[in-house]
């Protein structure tokens, strides 16, 4: 009888430890380039995270660590994540030129209108478009910010003549052509390293959105602010929330479809609302210092008859590696004004 009743007992032992393991929680570390104060951990990145967690039953836990805080460089990130480094990043495709050549299309300027719901909504809506891009992920979220202003250090801008022979800082390739198109030499560099080349001299001013203003304190280093008429943009940038596809395979079917439910289409939308909001916080930080220039209707167009040589040289270099380049062009710019605007 004693026998029977330890193998009883072994038996409710071991059916424990099998329930036990089948709820055993997920740690998922995420990983990313701004600070932790920054609007993209505290109203995009930390919510996910909680929702996430929520929808898990607490069986998911992701761990937030910005500011490259498991090291290396951003332009690391999508190794990182790639490779299995980490589990989850967030960060710009224009970091790494050429990986991400169908997404690019969204960047252009005079595609992109100044909405990150927008573009956003359109980017996952047009997701067979540029899959190819993301084969070696599981994209989680691609998003674009309000786009891309012109924020000076001494020089109003007005026209793409006030640009001549400046140096602007640009987050991408496609950034650069456009920042060449309207005259003025193009630096590459992390958006990190935007204050202190502004400090010092190395840039004149900088292509990013208001949204960046309170993490970079751009209102203290620069003095002019341009964006286009009705508050469009001078392109943008797309940006990924990525999982190493290893690690997302590994989960149980359960966890899978809560990852699932918290991903792309599922979320573009609301997130996409969210970078559009962001943008005012900074807006009201260049208005308490400084000048907020919205161009006219008139001088708006000058700036795009100059981005859409930007679009021909895109169409040209992506056709002949292969790509239906013009009409991408022309499904992206359709997807755009068809979504919801901010």
Avoid: C
Avoid at 126 to 137: I, S, T
């Amino acid at each position: 009888m004693k026998r029977i009743l330890a193998m009883a007992t072994g038996l409710v032992t071991a059916s424990m430890m099998i329930a036990s393991a089948s709820a055993q929680e997920v740690k998922l570390t995420l990983h990313h380039f701004l600070g932790p104060k920054a609007p993209a951990q505290t109203q995009m990145l930390e919510p996910w995270a909680k929702s996430v967690e929520e929808a898990s039953g607490g069986r998911i836990k992701v761990e937030i660590f910005p500011s490259m805080s498991l090291g290396g460089k951003p332009p690391e990130l999508y190794r990182q994540v790639r490779d299995g480094v980490v589990d989850i990043v967030w960060t710009v495709l224009g970091y790494t030129p050429g990986t991400f050549p169908r997404s690019e299309v969204f960047e252009l300027p005079t595609v992109h209108k100044g909405s990150a719901m927008q573009t956003t909504i359109a980017l996952t809506g047009a997701f067979d478009m540029v899959a190819e891009d993301f084969k070696d992920v599981k994209p989680i979220l691609l998003h674009t910010h309000g786009g891309q202003a012109f924020h000076m250090v001494s020089k109003p801008i007005r026209k793409p003549e006030d640009l001549t022979g400046l140096k602007v800082r640009t987050p991408s390739r496609t950034g650069g052509w456009t920042i060449e198109a309207y005259g003025a030499e193009p630096v590459g560099m992390p958006v990190p390293e935007v204050p202190e080349a502004l400090s010092k001299g190395v840039l004149d001013g900088t292509l990013v959105p208001f949204e960046i203003f309170p993490a970079l304190k751009l209102q203290e280093l620069t003095q002019y602010s341009t964006e286009g008429a009705g508050g469009t943009r001078f392109g943008t940038s797309t940006f990924m929330i990525a999982m190493n596809k290893d690690r997302y395979d590994s989960l149980p079917d359960d966890l899978k479809k809560v990852i699932d439910d918290h991903s792309m289409g599922n979320i573009a939308a609301k997130y996409g609302a969210v970078w559009d909001g962001i943008e005012n916080g900074g807006k009201d930080l260049r208005k308490s210092k400084g000048e907020l220039i919205e161009l006219t209707a008139e001088e708006t167009k000058a700036f795009d008859d100059k981005g859409q040589v930007v679009v021909d040289r895109w169409i040209k270099e992506a056709s002949g590696a292969g790509l239906d380049a013009a009409a991408m062009v022309e499904k992206a710019r359709a997807l755009v004004i068809e979504a919801p605007a901010k």
